[in-house]
């Protein structure tokens, strides 16, 4: 489960309104996006990206993750 700091939570949010990249790691895989928003979905955090290849809108719950890094 990913935890994210105050610190973490300031970098994911400057992320998404820089249009900056996201890895995304689950169960040892890694997915990089570009974050649009971070929302509460049922009571848990998730965020909404968009997949700099295909362009296909995506939502991961946060909890779910292993971890989140924000790219340079």
């Given at each position: 489960?990913?935890?994210?700091?105050?610190?973490?939570?300031?970098?994911?949010?400057?992320?998404?309104?820089?249009?900056?990249?996201?890895?995304?790691?689950?169960?040892?895989?890694?997915?990089?996006?570009?974050?649009?928003?971070?929302?509460?979905?049922?009571?848990?955090?998730?965020?909404?990206?968009?997949?700099?290849?295909?362009?296909?809108?995506?939502?991961?719950?946060?909890?779910?993750?292993?971890?989140?890094?924000?790219l340079?």
């Open positions: 489960m990913a935890h994210l700091s105050p610190a973490d939570w300031d970098r994911l949010e400057r992320a998404v309104l820089d249009g900056r990249r996201i890895a995304l790691t689950r169960s040892g895989r890694e997915l990089v996006v570009v974050p649009l928003r971070v929302f509460l979905q049922a009571g848990r955090e998730a965020i909404e990206a968009r997949h700099p290849t295909t362009g296909h809108l995506l939502v991961r719950l946060i909890d779910e993750l292993d971890a989140v890094e924000i340079p």
